[in-house]
């Protein structure tokens, strides 16, 4: 089935450090990404989308390409705020058995001052 | 984006009761509601998918009768956590969409605590 593995955190970086946080993907067809954040205590907010090869979403300063060749994924952004803080996942939509969004696992990013 | 709200953020009961959780899509009409459970620190575990106006589809795992799902309306899904447990304790968050090909919405969540 459809599968999302994404790097383990968490990660720590230093305000203006450069972050990338790795996702790969399993699925069969064209699969819908997204990238989404949680920060502490609240549910998860749409971070950025790409819906076919080659797209790249980005939002706040983060970017992401999707690649179908590498099936991979990866957040990036230049220069990381410590209110950047927070929990990313990746996520697949497929494009059947309902259009379930699948989950990666997580990964917590602490930014330092 | 469109806005998901939940009611309650927050909710103590003792073990053997119900809580009841509202998810509510504010500007759209949510064909589709799905339903997440969140350990601490662990990704979202889908639950259920309930389309408006039929009964639920739950997650291989997931009682249907511990969690009572109702999509009564195109802007509001519930969930009822039945003769709650400790073990039921955890963060419940809800998302929405309007058509399967069109980004999902998710709520706050709402955090339960069985005393």
């Known amino acids: 089935g459809d599968s999302v593995t994404q790097m383990e955190g968490p990660v720590t970086l230093s305000e203006e450090a450069f972050l990338t946080i790795n996702c790969t993907y399993t699925a069969t067809g064209y699969p819908s990404l997204f990238w989404y954040v949680q920060y502490p205590g609240e549910g998860l907010q749409l971070l950025l989308k790409?819906?076919?090869?080659?797209d790249k979403g980005s939002n706040k300063g983060f970017e992401a390409t999707y690649r179908k060749e590498t099936t991979s994924f990866h957040l990036e952004k230049g220069s990381v705020q410590v209110s950047d803080s927070a929990v990313y996942f990746c996520?697949?939509?497929?494009?059947?058995?309902?259009?379930?969004?699948?989950f990666g696992a997580g990964t917590r990013l602490f930014v330092k001052a | 984006g469109a806005v998901v709200s939940q009611h309650p953020s927050r909710v103590i009961c003792k073990s053997g009761t119900s809580v009841k959780i509202e998810c509510r899509s504010l500007?759209?009409?949510?064909?589709?509601m799905f339903w997440y459970r969140q350990f601490p620190k662990q990704s979202l575990m889908l639950m259920a998918t309930s389309n408006e106006g039929s009964k639920a589809t739950y997650e291989q795992g997931v009682e249907k009768d511990k969690f009572l799902i109702n999509h009564a309306s195109l802007t509001l899904s519930t969930l009822t956590v039945t003769s709650a447990h400790p073990e039921d304790s955890s963060f419940y968050i809800c998302?929405?969409?309007?058509?399967?090909?069109?980004?999902?919405?998710f709520g706050p969540g709402t955090r339960l605590l069985v005393l």
């Open positions: 996520a697949l939509r497929g494009n059947t058995g309902g259009f379930k969004t699948i």
């Open positions: 998302s929405a969409r309007w058509d399967p090909q069109e980004t999902q919405y």
């Open positions: 500007d759209f009409q949510a064909t589709t």
């Open positions: 790409a819906t076919k090869a080659d």
